[in-house]
């Protein structure tokens, strides 16, 4: 054991020798929402081959027609494509597997029968309704939402890096034995992926409260840009997993990530901790620059749930200013990965290519923009520019105004494709802001509770996934979904967005709030002895 530890320790001295330990953490909670997205979108991916049904036709659109000139047209243009469009483009090439496998099976009547034994590798589909396929996939957003609130309570009751642990080792479990569990009963495999929702809630939380306990305040923005590894998890965990869905079959694309995030949950227990303080690698001196750089803004305990000011949290009109600017942006997102790939799709008719593989580029837009606006972001605070504040507040008008503006101009380009996809492109990329706005004003308000704080304000947010498609459905789906019947739609979601915008503007702030610094959870008995204390010198000049 002794041995153990002192290879432990060598191995943090020689890393924080090249890169210091801060940035490694960094680097850790990158992976951390990598590993979660991938948990995430296993179903969306693998519902496709896991389920039998009739191939879809997705050339045929609700208004725009094209001959094959025009399909070539979109080939040339498929690099301009967002990155919501990545998961058709997936499901497009697992549909083409599939298509062979359903010809090949009509031979044969090759199916899955209910009653057939518990097997490992069969690679056969189940014969589930659409119905059960469209609660398979909502049920993440069920457990989603509350483990937000879960995620911020673990992250203040045990500390992030065990939240994190052992909700992340959970998942990984779970998701291995998926395809064993879907065998007994697709109800079984809802209620997994409901947990596998929950777990996946903690994670975003968990990592706020080590972004406030790791980042000096004039570095906090690039480690919240961290944060950003679920977008970049998005963009190559489709390829990842249905590539191996295509090349050997469904069961191995939950097996195989399952696998490899039981080797990470290995690797964050390892590196990650809670704080600078119980770091055993950290050197002296990179200890005493963020214990000083955070000095009398983040306290070195953990708060109780006793000390947290739960009442005064939820009458902060700036905290509520936050969660409704965070749920506008929320809704920006969910808006464009759940329904855009609707509208290219069925009302302009458009369908994904071979050469649509760079997809991902609107996603990997975000996280350019993001590095820059968190760098600009981080400069500004660090030579007091503009106040916190304004900074916020500046920030929304690229977070939230542009993105509302290039979102209703896509409504209004008809076929065109490659303006839609340009407009599209700066929406998702000027969001990246939000790394300067929303994502960081929890920091600014109550850094000993961001964890906490984070966990309410994306609990609301998340809720727009789950309005959302209905609404699409309502307004232009069961319309056929014509361009006007869209047009409605992008101009709800450019007001729910720039509407949020205005609320913080009038109620935001970047202040520290007084209910930041943590209650004496014994503040009778405290007062008893200060009065004490404070009547002594009055004692003595009596007797005098």
């Not at 951390?32 to 045929?60: D, F, G, K």
């Not at 990155?83 to 497009?92: A, H, Q, R, T």
């Not at 739960?310 to 902060?316: A, G, H």
Request: glycine share 8%; charged share 15%; hydrophobic share 45%.
């Amino acid at each position: 054991m002794f041995k153990f530890q002192n290879c432990h320790q060598r191995l943090y001295q020689f890393l924080s020798r090249w890169i210091p330990i801060r940035i490694w953490i960094c680097v850790m909670m990158f992976t951390a929402c990598w590993t979660s997205y991938s948990c995430r979108l296993q179903m969306p991916i693998l519902v496709v081959p896991m389920i039998v049904e009739p191939p879809v036709n997705h050339t045929i659109g609700g208004v725009c027609m094209f001959d094959e000139s025009s399909r070539r047209r979109r080939d040339i243009v498929s690099f301009l494509d967002p990155g919501s469009y990545v998961e058709e483009y997936i499901l497009d090439r697992v549909q083409e597997e599939r298509d062979h496998r359903l010809q090949r099976r009509e031979a044969t009547s090759e199916s899955r029968s209910p009653d057939a034994r518990l097997e490992l590798f069969s690679g056969l589909p189940f014969d589930w309704s659409p119905t059960v396929r469209g609660q398979l996939l909502a049920s993440y957003a069920y457990g989603n939402v509350p483990g937000n609130f879960i995620g911020g309570w673990l992250a203040l009751r045990y500390g992030p890096r065990h939240a994190v642990l052992w909700t992340s080792l959970l998942a990984a479990l779970i998701s291995l034995v998926s395809p064993l569990i879907a065998q007994w009963h697709w109800g079984l495999l809802m209620i997994s992926r409901i947990i596998i929702g929950i777990t996946g809630g903690v994670i975003f939380p968990a990592c706020h409260t080590m972004v406030a306990k790791w980042a000096p305040p004039h570095e906090r923005a690039r480690f919240i840009w961290s944060l950003l590894g679920g977008t970049f998890g998005t963009i190559l965990t489709y390829p990842m997993i249905a590539g191996i869905a295509e090349n050997i079959n469904w069961e191995c694309g939950w097996y195989i990530p399952s696998l490899l995030m039981l080797v990470w949950v290995c690797v964050w227990a390892m590196f990650a901790y809670d704080s600078p303080a119980e770091h055993p690698g950290i050197t002296a001196e990179e200890k005493n620059y963020i214990l000083t750089a955070q000095a009398g803004i983040v306290r070195a305990e953990k708060p109780t749930w006793k000390q947290t000011p739960l009442r005064q949290i939820l009458t902060s009109v700036p905290f509520i200013s936050l969660v409704i600017c965070h749920f506008g942006n929320l809704f920006l997102l969910f808006f464009y990965q759940n329904s855009l790939m609707l509208y290219l799709t069925k009302a302009l008719g458009f369908k994904l290519t071979k050469g649509g593989a760079v997809a991902g580029a609107p996603w990997g837009a975000r996280m350019l923009f993001g590095f820059f606006f968190s760098w600009a972001g981080d400069t500004i605070k660090r030579k007091q520019i503009i106040s916190i504040t304004l900074l916020r507040k500046l920030a929304t008008i690229f977070s939230h105004f542009i993105p509302g503006i290039f979102l209703v101009l896509v409504g209004y380009v008809g076929c065109d494709f490659v303006l839609a996809n340009v407009f599209l492109f700066f929406a998702l990329g000027f969001n990246g802001a939000a790394l300067i706005s929303n994502l960081s004003n929890n920091q600014d308000l109550a850094p000993n509770f961001a964890g906490f704080l984070y966990g309410i304000m994306n609990a609301v947010g998340t809720t727009s996934g789950m309005i959302i498609p209905p609404t699409v459905e309502e307004i232009a789906g069961k319309y056929g979904n014509p361009i006007d019947r869209w047009q409605i739609l992008f101009w709800i979601g450019a007001a729910v967005c720039i509407g949020s915008m205005f609320v913080f503007l009038f109620g935001g702030s970047g202040n520290i709030q007084s209910w930041n610094e943590l209650r004496s959870i014994n503040r009778p008995k405290d007062d008893v002895e200060a009065r004490q204390t404070n009547s002594e010198p009055t004692e003595t000049i009596a007797q005098t």
